[in-house]
């Protein structure tokens, strides 16, 4: 079992950049998928950036384009998410999850259900 903390967060302007990071304690992080979704008001949770276990093998949305990078340092326990060039339409609470098990052909992990467990969010918001 493992338990995510998400440190980070907050208030940044247009254009600006902001660091997440998702703490693991209890097993070892090593051993989970790391998946990165946000939920916006009035909206459904989505999906953001994974990284595999080893963290050679990532992935993001197709709303990415380039202004996110998802990193981990399993040493350390440490998931990370670089947001640059931020944009209002980027505000929501963001979460990290872990999964012990994922399918990389199907992309599954696409799907909040294929997640064992799940920070508490937090809130980044854009402002104009």
């Known amino acids: 079992q493992v338990q995510l903390v998400e440190p980070g967060g907050g208030l940044v302007q247009a254009g600006g950049s902001l660091s997440l990071s998702c703490a693991a304690f209890g097993r070892a992080f090593s051993n989970y998928f790391v998946g990165w979704f946000r939920q916006a008001p009035g909206k459904e949770r989505e999906f953001v950036a994974g990284i595999g276990f080893s963290g050679c093998y990532t992935d993001y949305a197709d709303f990415v384009k380039g202004w996110l990078t998802i990193s981990r340092d399993n040493a350390k326990n440490l998931v990370y998410l670089q947001m640059n060039s931020l944009k209002p339409e980027n505000t929501a609470v963001y979460y990290c999850?872990?999964?012990?098990?994922?399918?990389?052909?199907?992309?599954?992990?696409?799907?909040?259900?294929?997640?064992?467990?799940w920070g508490q969010g937090t809130q980044v918001t854009v402002s104009s």
């Open positions: 999850a872990a999964a012990t098990v994922v399918g990389y052909r199907s992309r599954n992990y696409y799907r909040d259900d294929r997640y064992d467990y």
